[in-house]
């Protein structure tokens, strides 16, 4: 029994794995392909593509769970990698006929298809004791660091020479590398469901949980603080593709569309990295709150060397400036979510992170509405925007870490 939750976890991790390599392939390419499909000068059609895949991704995961209560953990992934299959092959097919509409249906359709997280965490949390429970769910933040650190190399070798149209060759492979995801789920994984499995409850933003998140003092000043850090590096994220590809006004940069997945590649190594390395190390030794601040700091200055990068046109700075801001995410974000569950009653915790999640999703639809309009007007206005919003983000996070502590019940005498 024990070597088949083993062989269970696996089965799940390589599923989550080769889905993101097929996310991690398409992403940097996607807002390039969206300038070269329009003449729109707004960047608001491009922003609003960016935005439609986590914009589904929010509306449809607890339909998702819920749907995965009824029929089962297994039929609901190989739907969602069977979804994956068809829209990235549209993907291919729109970048082929460079048509807009047939990219926005099949980012919207890829967001829907892939939007089976809480069913895999569902899954995991069937297969696992209680002991084992966290080391589970860290096997999917694995899989998504390593998926979206090698998904942008397999999108560097479906493009064959790097120069002029990419073409559809990074749809197609995705679509290849969601049939070997769900090759592997037909064959290989168990159905989990059983009479004893949690049920999911998890809507759209619970507001009795959100209610319940405000009677705590500083639980308001943090899930303020953890949108603003969000949305300042969504602004980021997802507007340097645009920037390093040359595509936006004044920028000194002109990589190809191999040196943008390579930089993507980049990106996610050192995410990974940081993660792994920096985070686990320090995390014992400095309190959340500190981590948090500090993450909030680097990111401030990684945007402000952005512009400088880009007034020196320089491409060693603009990397270091990536490497700045990718370390202060990686600081930032797991001590948030450390804050609010320590800070949460831990009879609502399950429900608190759910709307911390709903907060963060809502950051990511945003993002991109605000930077990818802001670089269309100039290369630099994205980053400045982005560090403004940290600096009150930072802010944010000294005043929440100050106003409370840790979860403390109270005894009844």
Not at 115 to 132: F, G, H, N, R, V
Not at 222 to 251: M, Q, R, W
């Amino acid at each position: 029994m024990e070597s088949l939750r083993r062989g269970s976890l696996v089965v799940i991790f390589l599923t989550v794995f080769i889905d993101l390599l097929g996310f991690g392939m398409v992403l940097p390419l996607l807002p390039i392909y969206a300038k070269q499909f329009t003449a729109d000068k707004s960047g608001l059609l491009i922003g609003l593509l960016m935005a439609s895949f986590s914009a589904m991704q929010f509306l449809f995961a607890p339909m998702w769970g819920r749907l995965s209560d009824r029929i089962g953990r297994r039929p609901v992934l190989m739907i969602g990698l069977a979804g994956s299959i068809v829209f990235y092959t549209m993907f291919g097919l729109a970048t082929m006929w460079r048509n807009l509409v047939g990219l926005f249906v099949s980012r919207i359709g890829a967001g829907i298809a892939g939007a089976t997280i809480p069913t895999t965490q569902a899954y995991i949390a069937d297969t696992t004791s209680l002991q084992e429970r966290t080391k589970g769910m860290a096997l999917i933040g694995a899989a998504f660091g390593v998926g979206f650190t090698f998904g942008p190399l397999f999108g560097y070798l479906a493009l064959p020479t790097g120069e002029g149209d990419p073409g559809p060759g990074p749809g197609f492979a995705a679509a290849a590398l969601s049939a070997v995801a769900l090759a592997l789920a037909y064959f290989k994984l168990p159905e989990s469901l059983s009479a004893q499995s949690a049920k999911s409850t998890r809507r759209l933003l619970d507001i009795s949980a959100l209610k319940s998140a405000l009677e705590i003092a500083s639980m308001g000043p943090l899930l303020l603080a953890l949108f603003i850090c969000i949305l300042a590096f969504a602004n980021y994220e997802t507007t340097v593709a645009i920037l390093v590809k040359g595509e936006s006004p004044d920028s000194p940069f002109h990589f190809s569309f191999r040196q943008v997945c390579l930089t993507f590649a980049f990106i996610g190594f050192t995410l990974s990295l940081a993660q792994g390395v920096l985070v686990r190390r320090l995390a014992g030794r400095l309190h959340e709150g500190a981590m948090a601040s500090l993450g909030a700091f680097l990111d401030i200055v990684g945007f402000l060397l952005v512009i400088a990068a880009v007034s020196a046109e320089s491409v060693i700075g603009l990397f270091a400036s990536m490497t700045v801001v990718v370390i202060g995410f990686s600081f930032m974000m797991p001590s948030l979510n450390a804050l609010v569950s320590r800070r949460s009653d831990p009879r609502k915790q399950g429900a608190i992170l759910g709307v911390a999640q709903s907060i963060s999703s809502l950051a990511r639809i945003l993002g991109p509405m605000i930077g990818v309009p802001l670089v269309e007007r100039h290369s630099t206005w994205p980053y400045w925007s982005a560090a403004a919003m940290m600096s009150i983000g930072l802010m944010t996070v000294i005043y929440a870490v100050r106003r409370g502590g840790d979860f403390v019940a109270e005894v009844v005498v």
